[in-house]
């Protein structure tokens, strides 16, 4: 089992930046891909940025690609993403997310809100 434990949100006015971490403990997640979604109300959840367990290979959502870096610190067991140049619809909550073969663990999510 992996808990997962996100924090860094709060709000932020446009154009500014967070960084949003997620520490896990009760197994390592270095052999995990790990992933940020997030849901906006009223909004499907979206994947916004996915990271291989090796940490070799990231994808970005088209909406977030070159704003958002999603990164691994595998001695810490910790996941972060980092986003500048945030707009109001980035407003959402987000959430990190560990998979790996048929198991998936969430995280509860922290609340990110961009003011115009």
């Known amino acids: 089992q992996v808990q997962l434990v996100e924090s860094g949100g709060g709000l932020v006015q446009a154009g500014g930046s967070l960084r949003l971490s997620c520490a896990a403990s009760g197994r390592t997640l270095s052999s995990y891909a790990m992933n940020w979604f997030r849901q906006a109300p009223g909004k499907e959840r979206e994947l916004v940025a996915s990271?291989?367990?090796?940490?070799?290979?990231?994808y970005y959502a088209d909406s977030v690609k070159g704003r958002f870096t999603i990164s691994r610190d595998d001695a810490k067991n910790t996941v972060y993403l980092q986003m500048h140049s945030l707009k109001p619809d980035d407003t959402a909550v987000y959430y990190c997310n560990a998979e790996r073969s048929t198991f998936r663990y969430w995280g509860q999510g922290t609340q990110v809100t961009v003011s115009s």
């Open positions: 990271i291989s367990w090796s940490g070799r290979s990231t």
